[in-house]
């Protein structure tokens, strides 16, 4: 089993903690003395540098949220120069506006570190072929992979997402080897290649990589029967670094997060309170290399549970448990982040239509679906269909625009969503994961 870089990967745990802490106080130093937000918060809770000694010391400080990312918007929790950042990807934050992220060189070298461990945790190496049909772009997804490949010195193919039938004829005219896309794509794809006419023997394929969402047990098992291939659960999100936190070894027994670049904590979501070790909690990362966008005590939402015993692998870094829930109401359709809020802010933008709605997903032929459900004013309601249609393709074309996300638009007549007494459900969720 080839590991990247032993030195970090199965350092034992009083090791580890020793270089966390240090870098903690450097990451402290540097948030404080270079980004204004961080250090009127540490002023305001009356610490300071020279209070956070160690990895101990971590909960003096206050958390990080993507509210806090949105305040700041678009660069102002950067701690260094712009001219020091390389790179910016961003993903949707609750509203309008997305959640900006910014790497200096020495920060898509860690990236690259990183997401050369996963691979290499995976089983890929030089000699593989890596098909990355994760979206190219803003999004995390393909950039963060394709320098990791390029690290480990595989052969990378590019080829974002899309265009199915041409993704399975270069895999089998190329020989991919390895599969990195998310987990629904994996699944379209195994269907896709068995009506293509192309037999499963004539492909290479022999490992995947996916995350970008969640998926279950009943999933992998699914994939790993229809492709033929190991499946391997890797996960990320855009403000710590993107892929590259954590991943899965072939024990595939829990994701080993890459504690020496990402502290990880597991909260009570409501109390706030550090939880004990093994509870199922709230994820919160600190992330204690990092340059371009340092982050405190960042509250990912995702909810899982943390094992701190030595791997049969031989790593040592803590392993997280595979994610499924969330401790806010973000939806992961194809792959992109979706708050129901976003939606809510482009019909309170339309005059026309009442902001009572319901958000339907589903997945038909392992492609997530969205349909939305809105009310029409009253007083619009009385128009002629043709009006009706021109105001549903506005609101369509909207949705769009402001979202990245084909939404398929139903108009309703008034008072037809079904009020509720408490908390207003807006979204029907019939995926089965
Ligand atoms: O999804 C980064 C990524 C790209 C991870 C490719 C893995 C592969 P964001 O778009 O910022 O970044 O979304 C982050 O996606 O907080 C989780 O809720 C969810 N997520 C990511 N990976 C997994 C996974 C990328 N393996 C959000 N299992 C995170 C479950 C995942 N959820």
Redesign the pocket.
């Known amino acids: 089993m080839e590991i990247w870089n032993r030195h970090f990967e199965c350092m034992d745990r009083d090791g580890i903690k020793h270089v966390q802490s240090e870098r903690l106080r450097e990451t402290v130093e540097r948030v404080y003395f270079n980004v204004p937000y961080y250090r009127n918060r540490m002023q305001k809770a009356g610490i300071g540098p020279e209070n956070i000694n160690s990895i101990d010391d971590l909960q003096k400080l206050p958390f990080t949220t993507k509210q806090d990312l949105r305040d700041n918007y678009p660069f102002g929790l950067f701690a260094v120069p712009m001219s020091e950042i390389v790179r910016i990807h961003a ?1 949707s934050g609750t509203t309008g506006k997305p959640t900006v992220v910014g790497y200096t060189r020495n920060d898509i070298a860690t990236w690259s570190e990183v997401m050369a461990r996963t691979l290499t945790s995976a089983g890929a190496s030089r000699h593989d072929f890596i098909h990355i049909a ?1 979206g190219y772009g803003l ?3 393909g950039l ?2 394709h320098y990791g490949g390029e690290k480990i010195g595989a052969s990378v193919i590019p080829i974002s997402g899309g265009n199915t039938a041409r993704q399975i004829q270069l895999m089998h005219d190329f020989g991919s080897t390895v599969l990195a896309c998310t987990p629904s794509y994996a699944l379209h794809l195994a269907e896709a290649i068995q009506e293509s006419g192309i037999k499963r023997e004539e492909l290479k394929l022999r490992v995947g990589v ?6 279950t047990e009943n999933m992998r098992r699914e994939i790993e029967e229809k492709l033929q291939i190991r499946a391997i ?7 710590v670094i ?2 590259g936190v954590a991943s899965e070894c072939p024990v595939q027994d829990g ?1 080993h997060i890459n504690e020496d670049h990402f502290y990880a904590e597991i909260i009570d979501p409501v109390s706030l309170n550090v939880l004990p070790e093994g509870s199922s909690g709230e994820l919160v990362f600190t992330t204690i290399t990092k340059e371009g966008l340092p982050l405190i005590r960042y509250r ?3 909810l899982t549970r943390l094992n701190y015993e030595k791997c049969k692998c031989g790593r040592t870094m803590v392993r997280m448990e ?3 829930g ?1 401790s806010d109401d ?1 939806l ?1 359709i194809r ?1 992109v ?1 979706l708050f129901p809020s976003q939606v809510e802010s482009v019909l309170l933008e339309m005059s026309e239509i009442k902001p009572h709605y319901l958000l339907i997903v589903d997945r038909v032929n392992n492609l997530d679906t969205l349909e939305l459900k809105v009310e029409v004013d009253e007083e619009f309601f009385q128009d002629k269909i043709s009006q009706l249609e021109a105001l549903r393709q506005k609101l369509q074309n909207n949705l769009e625009n402001s979202i990245g996300l084909g939404i398929k638009v139903t108009l309703v007549e008034p008072k037809i969503i079904q009020r509720s007494e408490g908390k207003a459900q807006r979204v029907i969720d019939n995926r089965k994961f």
């Open positions: 993903s994760y999004f995390t997804g963060g992979l996916f995350g970008a969402e969640p998926w659960d890797i996960y990320g999100l855009s403000e993107g892929p994701l990912t939402r995702d595979k994610c499924l969330r973000m992961i792959g982040n």
